[in-house]
């Protein structure tokens, strides 16, 4: 099993332009998570899905979109990057929402 | 509101030595509470958690935690840390409530540094 994969593994982007993150997890798992990790904030939620074809907003959704077509996969979309979206993005899945299984992470830095 | 705070930023401790880090909470109901490790460059991973029944929950790598209630405290423990315990560890409860598990809400972190 891979677990919870995350494509890419690093990105840089110019202020405006567009790119997707892709989650991928293989233990057929319901919830999905998208996080944001900068340094003294913690981690916080942006996206989430609860099963296929389902997404819900968590603490910072603004800026950010998501999808999940496929119980496998959970995407993540920034329309318009901004310097303020620079971070490191993990993915997450889980069983029943409780323990949670995380990616290696992506680190995006907006110029 | 569900919230965690982790009061210490860093913890320094030499090998050998007993190693706490600390976690209070503030919640609705009964709580669950969750401890996570995360190593240099790699996701978070799951320690152990608390949902009901003995205040000493054990958890993986030989890591401890004590929930006391008087205190809303659920502070990580470790008899003996190893150098290869060096990570950043976090603390979190479900962000909807006891019975609402398909979020959580994470502290800030607390990086622990156990020197040889």
């Known amino acids: 099993n891979a677990g919870v994969t995350q494509t890419p593994k690093f990105r840089v982007l110019k202020t405006g332009q567009s790119m997707t993150l892709l989650c991928a997890q293989d233990m057929n798992h319901e919830y999905m998570y998208w996080y944001r990790q900068d340094p003294g904030m913690g981690l916080r939620l942006i996206h989430y899905?609860?099963?296929?074809?389902?997404?819900a907003k968590g603490e910072v959704p603004d800026g950010y979109n998501v999808s999940r077509l496929k119980k496998q996969n959970f995407l993540l979309g920034l329309e318009s990057a901004a310097p303020s979206q620079t971070s490191v993005y993990f993915c997450?899945?889980?069983?029943?929402?409780?323990?949670?299984?995380f990616g290696p992470g992506t680190r995006l830095l907006v110029l | 509101a569900q919230s965690v705070a982790q009061p210490e930023d860093q913890v320094n401790v030499a090998e050998g030595n007993p190693l706490t880090v600390k976690c209070t909470y503030s919640?609705?109901?009964?709580?669950?509470l969750f401890w996570y490790v995360q190593y240099p460059n790699r996701g978070l991973q799951f320690l152990l958690k608390?949902?009901?029944?003995?205040?000493l929950v054990k958890g993986s790598y030989g890591f401890e935690a004590e929930f006391n209630k008087s205190q809303t405290s659920f502070h990580l423990k470790k008899p003996s840390a190893l150098v290869s315990d060096s990570a950043l560890y976090f603390c979190a409860v479900p962000l909807g409530g006891t019975y609402n598990t398909d979020k959580l809400i994470f502290g800030t972190g607390t990086r622990l540094q156990v020197f040889p």
């Open positions: 608390y949902i009901t029944g003995d205040n």
């Open positions: 919640v609705s109901g009964n709580p669950y």
């Open positions: 997450a899945s889980s069983y029943s929402g409780e323990t949670q299984y």
């Open positions: 899905s609860v099963g296929e074809g389902t997404t």
